[in-house]
Structures are given as C-alpha cells and as structure tokens.
C-alpha cells in the first residue's frame, strides 16, 4: 500500500522561504514520477512541480525560479524548496504519485493515483 506523508508546511511573510517534504511508503520515490499540488480555497488543485525517475523538473509557470523539486533516495523522501513566497502561494499543498509510470503528461492530475493528507502553507502579506 502505498502512502505519502507531507510535512513542513507553516505560516511565512512574504519573500521567506519554506520547504515541504513527502515521506513515501509502498513505493521508491526513484524509479516514479513525484509530483506536488496545491489547492487554495475555492479553486480546483494545480500543477505545482513534478521529478521523473530520470530527474528531468517539471514546474509551473507561476513557481518556476522560486520553486525547486528534488529528491533523497537513501530517505525515499520528495522535497519542493520553496523561495520568494507570495501571498498567492498560499494553499494545501499536496504530493502525488502515480500507480504506474507517467507515459503522458507530468503536469496531469490524472497521471496521479496516490495523494498525502496535504500540509498548509500560508504567506502573509
């Protein structure tokens, strides 16, 4: 069974810096695609950053620069290092894997079969 555990997530001004981990069970972080998301109150959940198994990133275009994606094998653990925080940034942030390797989009909430509980990451103005 596979499992993801988030943690990390807090309350931040504006320009600080957080970074989420993703603690994964029942699956090897390297050998899938790992992607994280995020759901703000009363929008649908968005592409955030995805790592495939050969290490090519994927971000947003909102994220890209301030955001960065990477992995600890030995931990089995995804990290999203996030910088230059908005207040727009504000959200659940989720991550997700996939039952089976992405063949088609990274960027696609359907390619993904597995999601954490989300962890809260809230920037003040």
């Known amino acids: 069974q596979v499992q993801l555990v988030e943690s990390g997530g807090g309350l931040v001004q504006a320009g600080g810096s957080l970074r989420l981990s993703c603690a994964a069970s029942?699956?090897?972080?390297?050998?899938?695609?790992m992607a994280w998301f995020r759901q703000a109150p009363g929008k649908e959940r968005e592409f955030v950053a995805a790592?495939?198994?050969?290490?090519?990133?994927y971000y947003a275009d909102y994220v890209k620069g301030r955001f960065t994606i990477y992995r600890d094998n030995a931990k089995n653990t995804v990290y999203l290092q996030m910088n230059s925080l908005k207040p727009e940034d504000t959200a659940v942030y989720y991550c997700?894997?996939?039952?089976?390797?992405?063949?088609?989009?990274?960027?696609?909430?359907?390619?993904?079969?597995?999601w954490g509980q989300g962890t809260q990451v809230t920037v003040s103005s």
């Open positions: 790592i495939s198994w050969s290490d090519s990133t």
């Open positions: 997700a894997a996939p039952a089976l390797p992405v063949v088609g989009d990274p960027k696609a909430i359907n390619e993904y079969d597995y």
């Open positions: 029942g699956r090897t972080v390297s050998r899938y695609t």
